[in-house]
């Protein structure tokens, strides 16, 4: 499938799975040559779920003692030249970068968790997952495609691309399988995964900061605590500071390899809750419910 369900490549199904072709070539690479240390990190999530997010609040935490926050890399650099997004450093041939990254190192994928490299679900490193309401997760996606495909009349209208969501595809789509499989594991392995959804972190954004320092090695120590480092931190990763770094608000990322722009900016749009009321109607809305509360069923798991 060409646009506008894949952002610069076609979408092929590999195993159940939509992923650009570029992608998917970067993962079989991946699966072959990767070798995860205990200490890796992964920050793992399906598109437009919060990934950015995640990565600014890691690498800040990870980084804390290092870096002070007023002089912070997150000020001039984007979260996602921060963190490294592994299948395209495979897919680009730069994977040295993977490997110049300091311990403990911090990485991100999108892939399913069947799809990871056998290392990473072998060795003892840490999984972050982070999750999000699909319809939120949609609506996200309609937004950024539009901005880098131009708009709605170069793309699909939005029904279409509604009806393609629902249907799975979407990179690394469907979501519901994506989310689920995350799901299991994390109830399996509970020191191996950790299973944070959006919404949960929008509301409570120092519980759950700590709890990732806590999961990814680095908790707070009392004196932190009593200097609010990670009220900091959390201020230094909203969106409304994000947004406002002038870092963030216009060049592209590095994507040469795929022939389209991606501004920094796109990364950041609301950042709220629930703004599929403002574009699905009651009917489409319920729809996708009905589809993901039966995916759901017997999870444990509910939107
Ligand atoms: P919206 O389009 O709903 O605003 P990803 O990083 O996985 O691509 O997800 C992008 C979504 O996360 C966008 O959602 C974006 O605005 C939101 N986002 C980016 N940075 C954020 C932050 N610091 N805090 C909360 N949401 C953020």
Same mark, same amino acid.
């Given at each position: 499938y060409e646009r506008p369900f894949s952002i610069g490549h076609p979408l092929r199904l590999y195993k159940g799975v939509w992923i650009a072709e570029k992608m998917l070539r970067g993962t079989l690479v991946m699966q072959q040559c990767f070798k995860s240390c205990p200490t890796d990190i992964f920050l793992a999530?399906?598109? *437009?779920? #919060?990934t950015t997010w995640l990565k600014a609040m890691a690498f800040s935490t990870l980084t804390r003692t290092k870096c002070s926050l007023d002089k912070h890399p997150l000020l001039t650099h984007n979260p996602h030249q921060c963190v490294p997004y592994m299948e395209l450093q495979f897919a680009t041939g730069r994977r040295q970068i993977i490997d110049v990254i300091p311990s403990p190192r911090l990485m991100s994928t999108h892939l399913p968790y069947f799809l990871l490299p056998d290392s990473i679900k072998e060795s003892s490193c840490r999984i972050v997952y982070i999750w999000r309401d699909p319809k939120d997760v949609l609506i996200s996606a309609w937004h950024f495609a539009q901005k880098i495909l131009g708009g709605p009349d170069k793309m699909a209208t939005f029904d279409q691309f509604y009806e393609f969501f629902c249907q799975g595809l979407y990179s690394f789509g469907p979501i519901w399988n994506h989310i689920l499989e995350y799901w299991e594991e994390s109830k399996r392995r509970p020191e191996k995964i950790l299973f944070l959804k959006y919404e949960n972190i929008l509301q409570e954004p120092v519980k759950y900061a700590k709890q990732l320092a806590h999961f990814i090695g680095c908790p707070f120590s009392e004196s932190e605590e009593n200097q609010h480092v990670v009220e900091q931190i959390v201020e230094l990763c909203s969106i409304k500071k994000m947004k406002d770094f002038d870092v963030n608000k216009d060049g592209d990322l590095v994507t040469s390899s795929t022939n389209v722009h991606i501004s920094k900016?796109?990364?950041?749009? *609301? #950042?709220?809750? #629930?703004?599929w009321k403002s574009h699905m109607t009651q009917e489409m809305a319920e729809r996708l419910d009905t589809l993901i509360k039966e995916k759901f069923e017997g999870s444990g798991l509910q939107i």
């Open positions: 999530s399906f598109p *437009k779920s #919060g900016a796109y990364f950041f749009r *609301k #950042g709220e809750v #629930g703004d």
